[in-house]
């Protein structure tokens, strides 16, 4: 089996969820890069800073220590996200980090200090690792590599259930447009744009539930 997993994406294909997944299945080390963001553009909104305001991000970054690590609590949460030794797991999934984190991340120092942490980590062990870049700029080498795809209306969809299972109610269509914007700005922004590595194996997953998709996955991985 392969020492590096990379599993890409856009916003809702379900990365967190059968990553974490193929990590248990497979004893391996998970880490959800897209957390790692998530905490930054949430220190960032904690402290007033512009998500466009590069300069003071990239100091940032510098500043707050971000730890992601096996769920410490059961309540759905796939893992743990601590920042500056603070449990904000749910917290870096409202709405207000939804609309700034694809601006925080396409902030070139943001994304050197945080691929760095992500090498360093990967070369710890076993490591399934999910984000936008992972099988392009962070792990290139990675021995295997997925590239999961759903619609724009089913990823819609899934945010609203997600959303809905923590007793949070927000329109689809509202989710739609959020998602769609994000999906721009991560395939266009200059610095390590979202795209499907050319060894990658796309796994669709529209229609599917959360088993069927990660048997996709781990048949994937064990046929390449």
């Known amino acids: 089996m392969p020492r590096t997993v990379a599993i890409d994406g856009p916003a809702g294909a379900g990365k967190s969820t059968i990553g974490a997944l193929v990590a248990e299945r497979l004893g391996y080390l998970f880490l959800d890069t897209g957390a790692m963001y998530r905490a930054v553009a949430l220190a960032a909104m904690r402290r007033g800073i512009d998500p466009d305001d590069g300069e003071k991000l990239s100091d940032l ?40 984190v694809s601006q925080v991340a396409r902030v070139s120092g943001v994304r050197d200090a945080m691929v760095e942490q992500q090498r360093s980590l990967a070369g710890t062990g076993r490591v399934v690792m999910v984000g936008r870049d992972i099988g392009t700029v962070v792990l290139p080498d990675a021995e295997r590599k997925i590239f999961l795809t759903a619609s724009a209306g089913e990823r819609a969809r899934r945010r609203e259930e997600e959303l809905a299972s923590r007793g949070e109610r927000r329109p689809r269509h509202e989710l739609l447009h959020e ?6 700005l991560d395939t266009e922004r200059p610095v390590s744009p979202l795209r499907a590595a050319d060894d990658a194996i796309v796994v669709p997953t529209d229609g599917l539930a959360v088993r069927e998709a990660l048997d996709k996955v781990l048949a994937a991985i064990q046929r390449a």
């Open 61 to 100: 970054v510098t500043t707050v220590r971000i730890m992601i690590g096996p769920p410490t609590k059961q309540d759905g949460r796939a893992y743990t996200v601590l920042l500056d030794g603070n449990d904000v797991t749910w917290e870096i999934r409202s709405a207000d980090i939804d609309r700034i």
């Open 179 to 184: 998602i769609l914007r994000r999906d721009q």
